[in-house]
């Protein structure tokens, strides 16, 4: 990572959908690298469906947790019919995740999608796949991690 390089990085969905779950675990991998991070979150009509994002901004210093539109480095799209409106705070040379990434029917619940679309962001970040692995260990309960586990390693493509 480049010494004052800002990473960007919107995940957005519908309510329900861990979005900010998701935000919640990226976050965690990322704090636990010993970098510093911004992390600001829409909730809009959440609890009824409606869209939500979360931004998630991350390097040696960052001084607004809100992501400019155009700006995002990345972005993480868990419903489809959220890929247009999110489109738009991506920068040319951004990274578009969207949950057509994912063989649905390899998910053992589909409700994982948040974390099988992590797998996928994880491999174009700096992070070591312990260190998110320990993330979703200290963001999910339990009885969660063994699904969120393998949803993790079906995004991240390993075995």
């Given at each position: 990572m480049k010494d004052n390089k800002v990473t960007n990085v919107v995940i957005a969905g519908l309510g329900g959908q861990g979005v900010l779950k998701a935000s919640d675990i990226l976050s965690r991998a990322i704090f636990d690298q010993g970098l510093d991070l911004k992390k600001s979150e829409i909730h809009?009509?959440?609890?009824?469906?409606?869209?939500v994002t979360s931004d998630v901004r991350f390097g040696k210093k960052v001084h607004s947790p809100m992501v400019p539109v155009g700006e995002a480095d990345f972005v993480v799209v868990l419903a489809p019919e959220e890929v247009e409106n999110?489109?738009?705070?991506?920068?040319?040379?951004?990274?578009?995740?969207?949950?057509?990434?994912?063989?649905?029917?390899?998910?053992?619940?589909?409700?994982?999608?948040?974390?099988?679309?992590?797998?996928?962001?994880?491999?174009?970040?700096?992070?070591?796949?312990?260190?998110?692995?320990?993330?979703?260990?200290?963001?999910?309960?339990?009885?969660?991690?063994?699904?969120?586990?393998?949803?993790?390693?079906?995004g991240r493509g390993t075995s």
């Open positions: 809009g009509m959440s609890q009824r469906g409606g869209s999110a489109r738009r705070y991506l920068r040319p040379t951004g990274v578009l995740i969207t949950p057509d990434a994912v063989d649905g029917e390899a998910l053992s619940n589909k409700r994982s999608i948040n974390v099988a679309l992590l797998g996928i962001l994880s491999r174009h970040l700096e992070i070591p796949e312990s260190v998110w692995r320990s993330a979703i260990r200290a963001c999910l309960p339990e009885k969660l991690l063994e699904v969120n586990e393998n949803a993790f390693t079906l």
